[in-house]
């Protein structure tokens, strides 16, 4: 495998650098994005002066950047990406930090709403086991904006979807979604409100978490992991468009909205059209509420599901990043309080993607996003925000990658918590608790 590389090894803050390109021969990119996509970075350079990101390192700390031509994402076109390798050791008495920052190519303009890019792990295993990635944006007026998350070492490419909104400070970890301002940014704040426009510079951080890098971490035995590597790909700001799939307004009957519904042996799902709760959402006029009474069956995969079929001409979802809905509880106070949500899609090809959340008896209608991204098997519980292929769906893979250019079904399940309806919750006993009633509305994806 060839790499162009450049090893960087400095001791105090910003630096220009140059990036060495290999032996292998570069063509030109090939990507003429639309105008609603502004390119920030996608590392496609043929002259290695087209590498333009500044690092900064704390005392002792160093980094290596390589282009590399052999491992880039699922993306068409696609040339090269960026591997960056942090090696960022603890100094008694001075704060550990690494960045590379970027002038922004060209003005955000305010219609662009999501920033997104590529990620992905170096596939080793053993510590340290994660890394913290935050992305920086950074103000003409100064205002310092975060998104923070942690970064594992997959080998599996993941694309990121970040919301470009913010509003107030607190802690960037809590905002993998969307920005905030840290709060030890607070000062720099002035009307703490993203403003998109006005957005002039961007930030990548990739750096172990203090504990392993100072071998504090129980199971790093009192060894230090100051060292992590990532790759990093096509960082684009970009605007969605908001197309609705549903939002039940226009249904006079429950035949118009042509939904099907199953539930597990012995359960009840029944919708109805309600027009007299409804999403916040302007000129709504109805929702749909939905009661369930889904018994416990042997293997404990019990459900209860809407199918919205997808017309054939709404099934490219390509340009979407996000499936967003309305929900609202039934503000129950005695047991069985809250349920779970299974939101599933199913690609025309047969794969089956998930994501599960629980759902507090809350009466207050809350909108909640998810991720159309997903690309691996896992339990959906653990994946709330983004989609993934269930293990009892796996037999049906194809490519193990969540497709967006021909879906083919929504599914909506809605049920009580096995914990309730099966007598484990520490208050229920026995098979009791089998009802939950959920509200719906406004069905979109952007
Ligand atoms: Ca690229
Ligand atoms: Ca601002
Ligand atoms: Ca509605
Ligand atoms: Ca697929």
């Not at 109805?286 to 018994?295: E, G, M």
């Not at 199913?346 to 690309?375: A, C, F, M, Q, Y």
Request: proline share 5%; net charge negative.
């Amino acid at each position: 495998m060839k790499h162009s590389t450049h090893n960087i090894k400095i001791a105090i803050l910003v630096v220009s650098l140059l990036i060495i390109i290999g032996g292998h021969t570069l063509t030109q990119a090939q990507d003429t994005p639309p105008p609603t996509i502004l390119v920030i970075d996608n590392f496609d350079y043929t002259d290695p002066a087209g590498f333009k990101w500044e690092l900064g390192v704390s005392q002792g700390g160093s980094a290596n950047l390589l282009l590399d031509a052999q491992v880039i994402p699922p993306d068409s076109g696609n040339l090269q990406s960026l591997i960056v390798e942090t090696i960022v050791p603890c100094v008694a008495g001075s704060a550990r930090f690494q960045y590379l920052q970027l002038a922004l190519p060209g003005r955000f303009t305010p219609e662009l709403n999501v920033l997104e890019f590529w990620i992905r792990g170096d596939g080793q295993t053993g510590a340290p086991f994660a890394a913290e990635f935050t992305i920086t944006l950074i103000e003409g007026s100064g205002e310092i904006w975060k998104s923070s998350r942690l970064v594992n070492r997959s080998s599996t490419w993941k694309l990121i979807t970040i919301n470009l909104t913010g509003q107030g400070t607190g802690d960037p970890f809590d905002h993998s979604g969307d920005f905030i301002i840290p709060t030890a940014s607070a000062p720099k704040a002035v009307n703490q409100v993203l403003d998109v426009a006005d957005i002039r510079l961007i930030r990548m951080e990739s750096l172990t978490t203090n504990t392993w890098a100072c071998g504090t971490a129980s199971r790093a035995g009192g060894q230090s992991y100051p060292s992590f590597k990532i790759w990093i790909d096509q960082i684009v700001a970009r605007q969605t468009e908001v197309v609705r799939i549903n939002d039940f307004d226009r249904a006079q009957s429950l035949e118009d909205l042509s939904i099907e519904t199953q539930a597990t042996a012995g359960g009840t799902i029944t919708p109805q059209l309600d027009n007299t709760t409804f999403a916040p959402t302007p000129k709504n006029v109805q929702s749909l509420q939905v009661q369930t009474n889904v018994p416990c069956i042997q293997d404990g995969n019990r459900d209860a599901v809407l199918e919205f079929r997808i017309p054939q001409a709404q099934r490219d979802w390509r340009n979407s990043r996000f499936l967003e809905l309305w929900i609202r509880g039934d503000g129950a106070t005695t047991p069985a309080v809250g349920g779970k949500l299974t939101v599933s899609l199913v690609e025309d090809s047969g794969e089956i993607w998930s994501s599960i959340r629980r759902v507090s008896p809350h009466d207050e209608w809350r909108k909640i996003t998810i991720s159309l991204s997903g690309n691996q098997v896992d339990n959906p519980r653990n994946h709330p925000l983004d989609f993934v292929m269930a293990l009892g769906a796996s037999d049906r893979s194809v490519n193990g990658v969540l497709d967006l250019d021909n879906i083919k079904l929504l599914r909506i399940g809605v049920a009580s918590t096995n914990g309730w309806a099966c007598g484990t919750a520490i208050r229920a006993e026995g098979n009791q608790y089998p009802n939950f009633t959920l509200w719906i509305d406004d069905i979109t994806r952007r």
